[in-house]
């Protein structure tokens, strides 16, 4: 019985083999030597088995079987031992986390993205005007009358008239400034559509006014303005309290609307909310001495000489319109104590979050 | 704006507590910012000074609000009969628009004291300094009624009062001994010989009342409003009197100011009324609302029946037409009080009923419209996106201001600009991201920042840009030689070949294919589309941090124009790749870019990529060679490429690029 005999021989170097392998690599190795599909040897004899007769395949067939059986466990306990000691070798898990590089947003941008994207869910249009603005569009033509303390609500930037011809035509001869809110926006935008709509215009605007935790001369707004034939004031509630609650992601926020005053709205109001994660004492309601409640914006329903300014039917359309400064927002939701961190380029803030 | 809470709780009794009386104010009417001891401190809205820059009007206001009654009558105790004796004052209104209304009362008195007690109280409450008796009651009635008065000595007013326009460079001295310069467009209130006083703002020197004076002369008058403002903000004199004249004040307040004066005169100075004079040529036009229920109910969005809103607006103190009240649907006439010159429009009616009937109590409504797909412009998506692919690859978004120190040719100027560093509007958003990376070097060995922002020029023009900056610092202290970090895997184009880098990510994922840089002079330019110029890339060296910087600033609104947004994905192919490395010496004089120029120009098919794997400067001695290794990847999308194929496309290759620029092969 050589072919007996053999399988013994095969079976013993190779468990032999298996016992003394140091890597998964050379147990691999043996594994293919011993049951690889084509060379391999138990699979050689395996392949001569029909040359032997019927006796000698009864005796050698449950053999085979049992050899392979046999080297299988042995191959499959080595492997678990090997490939336990590797994983021990490689890594201390407890080891410090490498910093990554990677890229951060704006603080603004990020919470301009966000209120783009509630917005849009209430099928608010997104648009955008310019920085530089026309003293009409600024004032005059939200009814902010010249030469009178109401204008004083904006300290503005002038910018130097150029001789240029084109600035005299295109502008009508008014004088140019720096955008104090970006509520000639609402004009821009109603001199060239017709309503119903309702859309939101972030941008840049621009105070001139001394710079300190509190206030800066370049800041964000985002004005909305919703116009249809029975916009209500009521409506005008339902749309703030919605975007508000799911901004700061408080369904228990609390608000509070008190009369107000902007030339360009009547009736006008403020918006004030309360809620529990900017409870009292919060540094950010500098300039708000009154109780926990933060002043969070300033709307109210268009006034109609707006509407006439524009060219408007007054007595068709009615609408309202809000605006709110993305930088409070910015600072309220991420705890920023200091606006003029939004302007410093620091990457020590900005990469925080 | 401060105000005494126990002169007004005379006005009004049974008014709750301080601290009630500020939340339902707030909550109700204004924006109340303290109210601690006996003082209440508002911020007046600019349309309420004509009617609530007094105690009355705030205890009206009160009134109204708490549903209780004002009983102070300021024409209580005023007598109005006939006066004989001496003649009256003479007095010339030259510009009736500037002037609407002038009253001048005269008169005697036997003593000038001190005010009582409890004036000097309320005066010193509200923030005034109590001086002499007829001065303090004076002060007393503007805070009361919001009438200014002005008291003039009769012994030092010549012939009479002559409201006129100041002459050009025309002076006068002010009670408190300042001069001002006025001119043509300024109003003062003068006699026959010399100005009095500079018309609704301050009194002048000259005809100052003192302790001796017997006979004064009362002022109470109407200005108008623009012209105060401008000459209170031209010569920077805010007064008590000129705040409330800029405002707006209703020329009926002049009447019930003097009027009350002269009561209190008499009580506290013993005075006796002599004369009279009131000019008042063009009366103030009666307001009269049409009143629309229906109209009111679909503005607020809120159901208001007749009873509440006509309860609401004559607590106020309007009055409306139909005994009966207002009906709904059926348009009534509402009056508003002749000192609300902020009530001219329907709207101001409405704001009147919400605010009282309490904001709060109208309920939120989801607005019905029909269904609209929201909008957005190209460039506000375009912007977005970009924003996410530049921090996707790794840079840091930094917003600098819009204002810049340096004058270009084409800058706008700023005519008030808040500081010397911020004269001009920026025409780039490269000097703001340079000084970022300055700021930030002391904390990095490699910054990566963008900015997204609008920059401008002469004429009103401005446009949205997009800039990014890279820094990169070696770890290991090397030296910089020949312009070039010699040691090390850092060399001094990384910054710039990975900006590069990000502008091919950032084309790529906005689908521009047909981009691609030209030298010229110090910037690498940036061009796409039908040759667009969009923008500049610049490589700077910095010694000082032994880093390098580089920046690129791209014109978005170009961009937006070439940008479809539109991308597709190429088939995989399935055959083997096979990679060559050449590498050889060139002229240190050669651009590298003129190289790949050229082999793209052979037109050598199944090309998928060609890198720059090394590139080095050999020691100096050796003939100041630089060395680089480019590494060829060929790749077919139909077929399995053949050693023999790739090493005659290779041939190829050094073929041309030693005879062309004497390459030498390693």
Redesign the interface.
Known sequence: MLRKSKLKDIFEKTAKEIKNADSVSVLDNIRFQCLGRKKGLITSVLRNLKNLSIKEKREIGPLIQKIQKELKKLFDEKEKELSKKTEKNISDITLPAQKIQAGHFHPLAKVEKEIKEIFSSMSFSVVEGPEIETEYNNFDALNIPPNHPARDMWDTFWLKPTNSKEQIINNKNRKLLLRTHTSPVQVRYMQTHKPPFQIIAPGRAFRYEATDAFHETNFYQVEGLMVGEKISLANLKFIIEEFLKKFFDDPKMEFRFVPSYFPFVEPGIQVDIRMEKLSVGHKLSVGHKKSDWLEIMGAGMVHPNVFKAVGYDSLKWQGFAFGMGLDRLAMLKYKISDIRLFHSGDLRFINQI | MKFSYALIKKMVPGLPSIHKVKNEL?????????ASGDVININL?????ADASSHWGIAKELAAIFNLKCIFNPLKGFANKKLKGKKTVKVEIKNNKLCPRYLAFSFSISKIGDSPGWMQNILKNCGLRPINAVVDIMNYIMLETGQPLHAFDAERVFKGIVVRKAKNNEKIVAIDGSEFNLDESDLVIADYQKPLAIAGIKGGKTSEINVNTKNIIVESANFD???I??TSKKIGLKTDAS?RF???LSPELADIGIKRASVLLREICGAKLESITDIYPKKRPEIILKFDLEKLN?????EFDKKTVSDILQRLGFSLTSPAGLSAGHINFVKPPSLRTDIN?F??L??EV??IYG??N????????????????T??TLK?KI?EI??????????????SEKKEDSS???????SRD?KF?RTSLMS??L??IE??YR??D????FEIG?V?E???K?YWKLAAGIYLRPKDDLRLKNGLWSKGNFKSENSLRELKGVLEELFNRLGIKNFYFKEEGEFLKIFAGQKDLLGNLLIYSDKLSLGCKSVFEIDLEKLSEIYKGDLEYALISPYPIIERDVSMYINEKLKVGLIFDSIKNLGILDIARIDIVDYYREKEDEKKKLSITLRFVFQSTKQTLSDEEVNQKISKIIEDLQSKFSVIIR
């Open positions: 707030y909550l109700k009417a204004f924006d109340v910012e303290s809205p600019p349309n309420r000074w409003s623009a012209n403002y401008k705040l800029s405002h707006g679909n503005l607020i969005g809120f429009i709207e101001d409405a704001e919400a605010r904001l709060n109208i309920k939120s409504k989801a607005p019905i419209v029909s269904l609209k797909i929201a909008e957005t412009d460039i506000i977005e924003r530049m921090v996707l690859v790794g840079f840091s978004e930094v917003y600098n201001y819009s204002f706008i100027e700023i005519l008030n600009p808040i911020k509007l703001g991201l000084k970022n700021d930030n904390f990095f490699a910054i990566k920042i609008k401008f002469e004429g009103g401005e």
